[in-house]
Nanobody
Framework: VQLVESGGGSVQAGGSLRLSCVAS????????VGWHRQAPGKEREGVAA???????SYTDSVKGRFTVSRDNANNIVNLHMNSLKPEDTAMYYC?????????????????WGQGTQVTVS
């Protein structure tokens, strides 16, 4: 079981980034996949989640700016982030759980990636 994030970096406010999470084939199929973030001194929070049918949910602070999507041919879940703000600065993590329903809460997830840093100035 493996989750590998990529796509983080530094961007100016108002800019965009796309994060990608590649999952092992055994995990990807049927899994709920979530994106989470943790800023220094703050708790980890669920940002977005997408179930195996492609139904997505978002935390209020990113609605209208972030979009999560699945690339089923390549076992990838992408997080498209637009209109980035300095308060979006955090380490972003991909997480997954092989169940038929989906929550954003961090305690729901079993498997985690190592994270990718996003810095907005």
């Amino acid at each position: 079981v493996q989750l590998v994030e990529s796509g983080g970096g530094s961007v100016q406010a108002g800019g965009s980034l796309r994060l990608s999470c590649v999952a092992s084939r055994s995990l990807y199929s049927g899994a709920c996949v979530g994106w989470h973030r943790q800023a220094p001194g703050k708790e980890r929070e669920g940002v977005a989640a997408i179930d195996s049918d492609g139904i997505a949910s978002y935390t209020d602070s990113v609605k209208g700016r972030f979009t999560v999507s699945r690339d089923n041919a390549n076992n990838i879940v992408n997080l498209h982030m637009n209109s980035l703000k300095p308060e979006d600065t955090a380490m972003y993590y991909c997480a997954a759980r092989s169940v038929g329903y989906c929550y954003r809460g961090t305690s729901f997830y079993v498997y985690w990636g190592q994270g990718t840093q996003v810095t907005v100035s």
